[in-house]
């Protein structure tokens, strides 16, 4: 007999409040479906000593988890993936995104950071060396002095008063990196969930000098990008606007922020968690799975590098 059960819920309040962790990339009954062909599931995987709430999306061929940042051992996963090949005959794969444990020998790995907020921003300022929080209040007082002072700006992300904010975010993310994303606000907001927008601006013309992009659906907020004036680097705009974005956070009782992973400085500070994450595509063929691994091991070979030489030549770092 059996002594764990995976089954369908109804997507309700009280159970969708259960999901854990609560961010926007693991509900996917917040998301803008794109079409009705999408399915979104609320499951429960239940034994003796779990009782695990999580999303799935179904769309066409494939089917997502939502299981970013949660720890399941791998014959809980297997049984997890077991079950929803069995209730969607017509999928044949399944994509898991950032767990905390590999779901079978072919996976991706990475790292993770993330902090969980503390309640009050002098909590949050005893995280720092006493040489950071010299630092903070030095690079803020530089501002004020050196470029007649600074505004933080918080806005919702399709209001028209951000749009100088995302015309300057595309600009900027194409002189440092060369991207050229190829679409509007309304969609770039709807493909990446982004619901707020932070900005700093310097002098009496409030010249925009750096620029944040918040996922603030859920209790964890997910930092989705960021972008700063390269010509005002000296001045740390990038690094201000992140203490000032997690002191808005804590006003508003938000429980923590995903930021992904890289190697960047900014990541690490605040008491900042850092972990293993594990990306894994499960096809419902063992062949297709074992070529399928060997190709998205060569693609992420590339961006590993592509990381590094980022990395070594000072981009990303929100300065």
Not at 15 to 34: G, S
Not at 118 to 140: D, F, H, V, W
């Amino acid at each position: 007999m059996e002594d764990y059960s995976v089954f369908r819920c109804e997507v309700l309040p009280e159970l969708t409040r259960k999901i854990n962790p609560n961010f926007i990339y693991n509900r996917f009954d917040l998301w803008e479906l794109h079409s009705s062909e999408m399915e979104v599931s609320l499951w429960c995987y239940k034994d003796q000593e779990n009782e695990i709430y999580f999303e799935t999306l179904v769309s066409g061929l494939e089917a997502k988890l939502g299981l970013w940042l949660v720890f399941l051992n791998r014959r809980i996963l297997a049984r997890i993936i077991k079950k929803i090949f069995i209730t969607f005959p017509s999928i044949n794969k399944i994509i898991i995104d950032n767990a905390l444990a590999p779901a079978f020998a072919q996976y991706i790995s990475r790292n993770h950071f993330h902090i969980e907020l503390p309640e009050t921003e002098a909590e949050l300022e005893q995280r720092l060396s006493s040489k950071g929080r010299y630092n903070i209040r030095r690079e803020k007082r530089i501002l004020r002095e050196k470029l007649g002072g600074y505004k933080i700006n918080h806005y919702h992300s399709l209001a028209l008063e951000a749009e100088d904010a995302w015309s300057f975010y595309f600009e900027m993310k194409r002189k440092t990196y060369g991207n050229v994303y190829g679409i509007g606000i309304v969609e770039y907001c709807r493909k990446y969930h982004v619901s707020d927008v932070y900005t700093l601006t310097v002098g009496d013309n409030n010249r925009l000098a750096s620029v944040f992009l918040s996922c603030e659906q859920c209790p964890i907020v997910y930092l989705e990008n960021l972008t700063y004036d390269l010509e005002l680097a000296e001045y740390s705009p990038g690094q201000i606007l992140y203490d000032e974005y997690l002191r808005r956070l804590i006003a508003e009782k938000a429980q923590g922020v995903f930021l992904l992973g890289g190697d960047y400085s900014y990541k690490k500070r605040y008491g900042s968690i850092e972990n293993r994450i594990y990306n894994c595509i499960v096809y419902r063929s063992q062949y297709i799975n074992s070529i399928k691994w060997a190709k998205r091991k060569v693609r992420n070979l590339g961006h590993i590098m592509k990381e590094k030489l980022r990395s070594w030549n000072g981009h990303g770092q929100a300065t």
